[in-house]
């Protein structure tokens, strides 16, 4: 199974519910296909966490007219939606957000320029993605697993982020028909 066969699950609106958007960015870095991961400033909403690129979708606007945007405002890449080559299941986030993931890939982007939300911007080889000890299931006390994705020394990104790096993962890099949205968060992600 590959992006353009998913069937991709939508969560339905609901009173309360926000809407937000990430972008995971495939592109060429120092000759290794990657994807974007971004370390969240030290301040403000989410401080310090892994993330990826992304945010609120603002009135209107589509899930991927706010990829789009907030990819160009965060990181500074200039994208178009002839870049898109699809999405993933929505995540419904304990923070109340449905979070829309879109796949794009770039071709010579250049060098991001973060702004002020952004502490700095990684760039994860496909390959290392594809490992296979990379997901890792930690048990918790009450008898749940949290899922931590393990792409580096001090680089354990959990759900949702994680979810949504495990589901690309999964589904455009090894094939496999994965869902994540009843994947636990920690209770440091519920605002």
């Known amino acids: ?84 080559l699809g999405r993933l299941d929505d995540f419904p986030a304990a923070s109340g957000f449905a979070i829309t993931p879109i796949v794009v890939a770039l071709d010579d982007p250049g060098a991001p320029t973060p702004n002020h939300e952004v502490h700095r911007v990684h760039f994860v080889p496909l390959d290392r993605l594809a490992a296979d000890d990379v997901p890792h299931w930690a048990d918790q006390p009450d008898g749940h697993r949290l899922l931590q994705m393990r792409l580096g020394p001090e680089m354990t990104i959990h759900a949702p982020t994680g979810a949504m790096l495990l589901q690309f993962r999964d589904v455009v890099l090894l094939g496999r028909d994965t869902r994540v949205a009843d994947l636990r968060q920690p209770d440091w992600t519920h605002h």
């Open 1 to 84: 199974m590959r992006l353009r066969e998913f069937d991709v699950r939508v969560v339905a609106d609901s009173p309360g519910m926000r809407r937000a958007t990430v972008v995971l960015c495939v592109l060429e870095h120092d000759g290794r296909l990657c994807v974007i991961v971004i370390k969240r400033a030290y301040r403000g909403r989410n401080a310090g966490q892994w993330a990826l690129p992304g945010g609120r979708v603002d009135g209107d606007e589509t899930a991927v007219a706010a990829g789009l945007r907030e990819v160009r405002e965060e990181i500074g890449f200039d994208i178009s939606e002839g870049d898109v």
